[in-house]
RNA sequence: GGGCGCGUAGCUCAGCGGGAGAGCACUACGUUGACAUCGUAGGGGUCAGAGGUUCAAUCCCUCUCGCGCCCA
């Protein structure tokens, strides 16, 4: 027998080594059935799971679940990323801690030490997924920096760079001057940070005493200043345009130009520029033809294109020097307090410097109008489909993709130089050697580009490199393109949008055909998780705390969508909960005789034969919850899913189902017994099938349990006839549970006693409501605890009314009832009545409602009307009987 | 500044043209061999505000206020 209590670590190990050993998650590219394909979105190699983790994977667990029971061939391919910056600044700091920097080993040794990182921590994310459930193709996985893999990005690389879509620059890149990278402009984080802004006098040449004044946030950056910018349309400096002013500790003459760049309400509406050190004055000088002087070296220390007494300074420590100077030479007009946007790296946390380098660019633009494309005509569906603004806003309006990064962990560019500088691109050392051979016609030495590739330039070709592209591989062939990507909303760019550029440029289709985005994981109050604020919540330990499917269930239902998820304790519980409701409600069953193979239950029994009417009604009622859940599913509704099973579960079966057939499987009627056994356990195998997505360890043990055959993991998603449902059925049974509920409320309401039991008396019955408190007198005494139930022309004494459509109730509780307490009782609900009587009447009185209202809600309204009057002449006749009593 | 989203019960959220819902919390009472991780019942809301469209608005449109996020 089941124990009392589901015990979720007992059983979660087990059953998952039990599916993976079986090959229940093994994707079957030989088989006949449909594929149905999720590309996991790789987690970094070196990372643990968080709470978002948990979300995104649940999700896709629950669509991958789902549809293999569907009887679809479903692959999960699963991987980890190499995570270049993020991973190199992990090990960069376990080699700080020993005193040691990452120039201290060389990039060999460097490099075979985040090899030994990777292989020691590699295994903890792909563990802690499958404590999570993830049912994905395991033998299948793969790392961004894996053999094929690499030899993708290198085929990709080189295509591009033959196709003109990739090429070296020399332009404005985010520089991390710690770190000695540049990063994607998709890297910068703008922080609000609280500064200052000096105003500083340029004088005006040939114009004794008479100065520019210029506002900025960088004050030492006016080192390398080769204009000034005022607006074409301010009056207040129409006259120096074209002039030149005569910059400060420096002396240079730079000219003053026109641009709609400079801001007149800003500052002084004079504005500074310096090409090489700032995106805007860049794309300024570039207008007017400025000079790009670049001042820093590559620690964003001042170089030797400035004033001697600056050079070697750090920005920041120049920044006071040359305030300080300006100051004390005059130039210092005003300074304000100010808050600005600083760019910072978002992995380091560096304050980002604007710097001239050469790099290497994608031409993303050019990939960008076939994803555009692809979205706009539906090729590829994004859910909700309002993120598809976002995917165009940023597709529409996208800069050269830098891709080069000075880091050591990574894709090493396949790009060599000769001594002369020239570049050789190719897939191999060999290929490349042999096109500067035929080039320099003899060999030649070459030196390999120092620089990887930025990370998600791997990540990119997930879909289709996974599969083992470039060769033709059957699973290229059939799993490609896949049906789902399921995703958070903060790397749409970062990798939907790539993902969609390289998959359309090098499979000639999309990558996949919906983009499912979902919220962010958020505390309780709403707050963001962060280690700084220590409202973290670890999935692990509410795994550890609460069983894998409680968490799993919690997740699922609170995923609505476009709606952040506010994550409490109290939820989770609630999933614990339920899981012990069902646990316990297939403990019962299996008390009871009504294990779903066990021997009561015929292998042919066919629901639809069912003679009892309570049945028939669940029946129906599962066939009801099983569309349900299926549609929402479809459609990508976790959480309709989830609550039309915890009200299923809970509110129909256990509730009134369980309790209703208790006599008769207590009974002594042999066929009755025997159907409502066979009926319980269909009902509850159903129900294990229909949860396993959400719970996949609960259901399976429980179908082991009661004696399932094989794998419920394995087992077909329930396809139910629509003649399952039994209208007249629903009806009456929803009958009954209104007349039991009404007469439990009417109790409480006097304060019977909960044990007491009291007779009932009916008048003024209709025959379908005579009929059905006939054929269900035992429900109504054992759930509305009766000791009696008889019908009666006249009035009895001392009793409560209630009218449940159709009939009038009364129940009788004897001398003790408080008239006055029961007229006031009947006579609010005679009032509350009225009230909608009135609503009723006004409308069916409008003679605009009744010509433009379609005719199903006016017959609708009618019948509301009709039934409200009823309802309410039943409690006013009772009200009268006590009035004359 | 541009864009997206959100204001519904004490809290967290569904619903999105015709009867205001769930979970949790709260109150009262607990009975029947699945379950106290439970049962039964109850209280609690001018659906942010103002206009408009409509026979009909929590739902559609406009504006206002408040909050969040993304991009500049």
């Known amino acids: ?42 987690p970094n190699v070196t990372g643990s799971l968080h709470m978002g983790h948990a979300l995104t994977f649940t999700l896709q667990d629950i669509l991958i679940r789902f549809e293999r029971m569907r009887g679809r061939d479903a692959l999960w391919q699963p991987g980890t990323d190499h995570a270049g910056i993020a991973t190199e600044i992990v090990v960069t700091n376990q080699l700080a801690e020993e005193g040691k920097t990452r120039g201290d080993l060389g990039r060999a040794a460097f490099i075979e030490r985040v090899w030994a990182w990777k292989a020691e921590s590699g295994g903890t994310i792909t563990r802690q997924l499958r404590r999570l459930g993830a049912s994905a193709d395991w033998p299948r996985e793969r790392f961004t920096m894996d053999t094929g893999l690499s030899a993708a990005v290198r085929r990709v690389f080189v295509t591009l760079y033959r196709e003109g879509l990739i090429y070296r620059d020399k332009r404005l890149v985010n520089w991390d001057p710690v770190m000695h990278t540049v990063i994607s402009d998709l890297e910068v984080d703008n922080r609000e940070t609280r500064g200052k802004l000096w105003h500083i006098r340029y004088p005006i040449e040939g114009e004794p005493g008479r100065y520019l004044v210029v506002a900025t946030t960088r004050p030492e950056t006016m080192l390398g200043d080769t204009g000034v910018a005022v607006h074409p349309e301010d009056a207040r400096y129409a006259d120096l345009v074209g002039k030149t002013v005569r910059l400060p500790l420096v002396g240079r003459l730079i000219p003053v130009v026109a641009d709609p760049y ?88 560096e304050i980002i410097e604007p710097w001239l380098t050469d790099q290497w660019f994608c031409n993303a633009a050019a990939l960008a109008k076939p994803a555009i494309e692809a979205v706009e005509c539906g090729q590829t569906v994004f859910v909700p489909r309002q993120w598809e603004n976002t995917f165009f806003e940023w597709l529409r309006n996208i800069q050269p993709w830098c891709i080069s990064r000075q880091l050591w962990w990574g894709h090493q560019i396949p790009a060599w130089y000769d001594r002369d500088g020239n570049v050789f ?32 330039f791997s990540s990119a070709l997930w879909p289709f490199s ?27 760019f970062f990798w939907v949008a790539r993902m969609m550029m390289q998959g359309l440029h090098f499979m000639g289709d999309v990558p996949f055909r919906t983009v499912y985005i979902h919220a962010l994981v958020r505390d309780e109050r709403g707050q963001k998780m962060s280690k700084s604020k220590g409202n973290i919540i670890d999935p692990l330990d509410l795994i550890d705390r609460y069983g894998c499917d409680a968490v799993r269930f919690t997740l699922a239902g609170l995923a609505s969508p476009g709606r952040d998820i506010n994550l409490s304790e109290k939820r989770v519980e609630g999933g614990r909960n339920f899981a012990t409701k069902l646990w316990n409600a297939a403990r019962y069953a299996e008390i009871n005789g009504c294990a779903p193979f066990g021997n009561a239950t015929p292998p042919d029994f066919d629901p639809r034969q069912c003679r009892l009417t309570v049945n028939r009604w669940i029946g129906g009622a599962t066939r009801d919850c099983a569309t349900g859940v299926t549609a929402a599913l479809e459609t990508f509704r976790f959480d309709e899913a989830a609550h039309l099973l915890y009200h299923f579960v809970w509110g129909t079966f256990c509730d009134w189902y369980l309790e209703f057939t208790k006599p008769i499987l207590a009974g002594d009627e042999a066929a009755a017994r025997a159907e409502t056994q066979a009926t319980t356990a269909w009902v509850l195998a159903r129900l294990l099938c229909l949860l396993h997505p959400l719970m996949p360890f609960l259901t399976e043990e429980l179908w082991h349990e009661l004696g399932g055959a094989g794998m419920l993991i394995g087992a077909a998603w329930p396809d139910l006839p629509p003649d399952l449902h039994d209208p007249e059925a629903a009806a009456e049974m929803d009958w009954i549970v209104a007349a039991i509920s009404t007469i439990r409320a009417i109790r409480t309401e006097v304060n019977v006693p909960p044990a007491a039991r009291l007779p009932l008396v009916v008048r003024d019955a209709d025959a379908a409501a005579a009929s059905r408190i006939e054929r269900h007198r035992e429900h109504l005494l054992r759930l509305a605890r009766l000791s009696d139930i008889a019908a009666a022309g006249t009035a009895p004494a001392g009793g409560l009314a209630a009218v449940v459509d159709g009939a009038t109730l009364i129940l009788r509780v004897g001398d003790v009832i408080d008239l006055a307490k029961e007229k006031a009782r009947l006579a609010k609900e005679i009032g509350r009545l009225d009230g909608d009587l009135r609503k009723f009447a006004g409308k069916l009185a409008n003679p605009d409602f009744l010509a433009k209202a379609k005719p199903e809600i006016i017959d609708e309204q009618r019948q509301r009307e009709a039934d409200a009057r009823r309802d309410r002449d039943r409690l006013q006749a009772a009200y009268d009987r006590i009035a004359a009593g």
């Open 262 to 349: 400079a801001d007149p309400e800003k500052g002084s509406g004079a504005v500074k520029i310096t090409p090489a050190h700032d995106f805007n004055d860049f794309e300024v000088g570039r207008r007017h033809g400025l000079e790009a002087i670049n001042i820093f070296d590559r620690d964003a220390h001042l170089n030797d294109a400035v004033p001697e007494r600056y050079r070697g300074l750090e920005r920041f420590v120049a920044r006071k020097k040359i305030v300080a100077d300006l100051d004390a030479a005059g130039f210092l007009e005003k300074v304000e307090d100010q808050v600005s946007m600083v760019p910072h790296h978002d992995r380091s946390g």
């Open 1 to 42: 027998m089941l124990e009392k209590t589901y015990r979720p670590e007992t059983v979660e190990t087990r059953l998952y080594e039990a599916w993976e050993q079986s090959g229940a998650f093994a994707a079957d590219p030989a088989g006949a059935r449909r594929p149905y394909t999720i590309m996991m979105p790789p």
């Open 425 to 456: 691109v190719a897939e191999t050392g060999e290929e490349a050697a042999l096109l500067a051979a035929e080039r320099h016609g003899r060999p030649v030495d070459l030196t390999q580009d120092e620089d990887v590739l930025d990370t998600w």
């Open 466 to 492: 996974t599969l083992g592209w470039p060769d033709a591989t059957p699973e290229l062939k059939r799993y490609y393109p896949g049906d789902v990507l399921v995703t958070g909303f903060d790397i749409i």
